[in-house]
């Protein structure tokens, strides 16, 4: 297939990691991607949560998009569009760390839709989990709210940084724990997320600690 990628290069090696073998558009920012859209057979657009702005570059063209919408949903950005939506358009998780995994976590825009997204995945060869098109998706939620708690923990003298990552390894089998799985994230990612989430649902969980906004406003 011919699948554009718009993102950093990081983003090209994680899909050609990912998904293997394919012809591969590479651009930027969406500016590029205009002269190069209509060769596309998919678009894997990693810039969306960041310029949800973008999104009216897509929604007139005859196109199947994958957005990437840890901080954004697909319903949102159709509401705030000036333009109707001709194309096909998918939700993805491409949150730091989590898009080459074994199962892609997506969302469908429209019912009718779940029949190509199935169709595209078997021409990708991938597993997909289809989620429900909200803030956050489902794994950068519950991976972020872990770290968060985490921060709760060492805010309040409970233990260290070391201590939770360790127990956390041993007790639960993760493959990292909290600060460690931060720090391969991005803090900047973590912090996101969880006042995206917060601002949606207003739910407790989310609500950031002291410790994780004093560290983020640290590196703006």
Known sequence: MKILVVGQPSHLEECRQKLGEH??????????????????EIVFDFLTS????????????PATVFLN???????????????????????????????NRDYMEVTSFKTEDIAL??????????????????????TPRVVCMIINEAYYTVQEGTATREDIDLA??????????????????????????????????KDERYKISALMKKEYLAIR
Request: charged share 20%; net charge negative; with cysteine.
């Open 168 to 201: 956390m390894k041993l007790g639960t089998n993760y493959p990292f724990g909290p600060f460690e799985w931060c720090e391969r994230i991005g803090l900047r990612y973590v912090y996101e997320l969880l006042q995206a989430v917060y601002d949606d649902t």
């Open 117 to 138: 997204l199935q169709n595209v995945c078997q021409q990708l060869k991938t597993e997909y989990l289809r989620v429900e098109d909200r803030v956050g998706l489902v």
């Open 23 to 40: 012809e591969y558009l590479h651009v930027l920012s969406h500016a590029e991607a205009e002269g190069t859209l209509a060769d596309a």
């Open 50 to 61: 960041d310029h949800p702005e973008s999104f009216s570059f897509y929604a007139s063209k």
């Open 69 to 99: 919408t840890w901080k954004v949903t697909i319903a949102s950005l159709v509401h705030s569009s000036n333009h109707p939506v001709t194309g096909k358009l998918f939700g993805f998780n491409g949150f730091p760390t989590m898009f």
